[in-house]
C-alpha cells in the first residue's frame, strides 16, 4: 500500500467525495475527524493497512479474533483493484461492521448502487444506534462483539459472539449464525432488530 499522504483536510475531503458521487455519509465515530487519513487515492482510514480493502475476509478475521483496534475505513474502489466497490468498515467497541458494495457501472446501473449504498449507510447508522441498546439489556456483552459483514460480491452474515468466544478466530472459511443468501440489506436489517428485541 502507498504512503499515507498529508491528513489536512481529510476527513472534509472524503464528505466532499461522497457528496459528489450522490453517497451519504456513513456513521463515523467521534475520533473521525481528527484521526481520518487518505492512505491511497479515495481510500481513508483512521489507521495504517497493509491489506487492500477487497480482501474483506482479511479484515473480518482481524476483527474477529478480537487483535483489531477500534477504527473507521471508506475506500471508494474506483481503479478496479478493490472490483468497483465501496468498502465501509466500523470496528467501534462491540460492533464490527463490514461493508462491500458493488459500485461500478454509469447511467441507471450507477443510480441503483449508489441507492443501494445510500441505503446501507443509512442501516448502519440505525445499527449503530441500537447497539447501546442492546448492551443495555445485556443481549450484547461489552467485551462480546456484534459482527456484521454485507456484501453484495460475496458472502453476507451476522453473528454475536460472548467475551469468552472472542478469540475464536477461525483459520478457514468463516463459520458463523445467521448466514444464507442475503444481502448487505438484509443482514443489517436482521442486526438492528436483534439489537431492538
Same mark, same amino acid.
Given at each position: 500500500?502507498?504512503?499515507?499522504?498529508d491528513?489536512? %483536510?481529510?476527513?472534509?475531503?472524503?464528505?466532499?467525495?461522497?457528496?459528489?458521487?450522490?453517497?451519504?455519509?456513513?456513521?463515523?465515530?467521534?475520533?473521525?475527524?481528527?484521526?481520518?487519513?487518505?492512505?491511497?487515492?479515495?481510500?481513508?482510514?483512521?489507521?495504517?493497512?497493509?491489506?487492500?480493502?477487497?480482501?474483506?475476509?482479511?479484515?473480518v478475521?482481524?476483527?474477529?479474533?478480537?487483535?483489531?483496534?477500534?477504527?473507521?475505513?471508506?475506500?471508494?474502489?474506483?481503479?478496479?483493484?478493490?472490483?468497483?466497490?465501496?468498502?465501509?468498515?466500523?470496528?467501534?467497541?462491540?460492533?464490527?461492521?463490514?461493508?462491500?458494495? %458493488?459500485?461500478?457501472?454509469?447511467?441507471?446501473?450507477?443510480?441503483?448502487?449508489?441507492?443501494?449504498?445510500?441505503?446501507?449507510?443509512?442501516l448502519?447508522?440505525?445499527?449503530?444506534?441500537?447497539?447501546?441498546?442492546?448492551?443495555?439489556?445485556?443481549?450484547?456483552?461489552?467485551?462480546?462483539?456484534?459482527?456484521v459483514? %454485507?456484501?453484495?460480491?460475496?458472502?453476507?452474515?451476522?453473528?454475536?459472539?460472548?467475551?469468552d468466544?472472542?478469540?475464536?478466530?477461525?483459520?478457514?472459511?468463516?463459520?458463523g449464525?445467521?448466514?444464507?443468501?442475503?444481502?448487505?440489506?438484509?443482514?443489517?436489517?436482521?442486526?438492528?432488530r436483534w439489537?431492538?428485541?
Amino acid at each position: 500500500m502507498a504512503k499515507a499522504k498529508d491528513s489536512g %483536510g481529510d476527513y472534509a475531503r472524503i464528505e466532499g467525495l461522497l457528496a459528489e458521487a450522490g453517497l451519504t455519509m456513513p456513521p463515523m465515530p467521534e475520533m473521525a475527524e481528527a484521526r481520518l487519513k487518505e492512505r491511497e487515492d479515495d481510500c481513508f482510514s483512521t489507521r495504517a493497512f497493509k491489506e487492500s480493502p477487497a480482501d474483506l475476509l482479511h479484515y473480518v478475521r482481524k476483527a474477529f479474533g478480537g487483535v483489531s483496534p477500534d477504527y473507521v475505513l471508506v475506500a471508494l474502489g474506483r481503479d478496479g483493484r478493490t472490483a468497483d466497490a465501496l468498502h465501509f468498515f466500523l470496528v467501534q467497541g462491540p460492533l464490527q461492521l463490514f461493508l462491500q458494495i %458493488g459500485w461500478g457501472g454509469a447511467g441507471a446501473a450507477r443510480e441503483r448502487a449508489t441507492a443501494q449504498v445510500n441505503g446501507c449507510f443509512a442501516l448502519a447508522h440505525q445499527l449503530v444506534e441500537a447497539v447501546p441498546h442492546a448492551l443495555r439489556k445485556g443481549r450484547l456483552a461489552p467485551t462480546g462483539r456484534l459482527t456484521v459483514v %454485507g456484501s453484495d460480491l460475496g458472502e453476507s452474515f451476522w453473528e454475536v459472539a460472548q467475551a469468552d468466544e472472542r478469540a475464536d478466530r477461525p483459520s478457514g472459511p468463516l463459520r458463523g449464525k445467521n448466514r444464507g443468501a442475503r444481502g448487505p440489506h438484509e443482514v443489517l436489517d436482521e442486526a438492528i432488530r436483534w439489537c431492538r428485541e
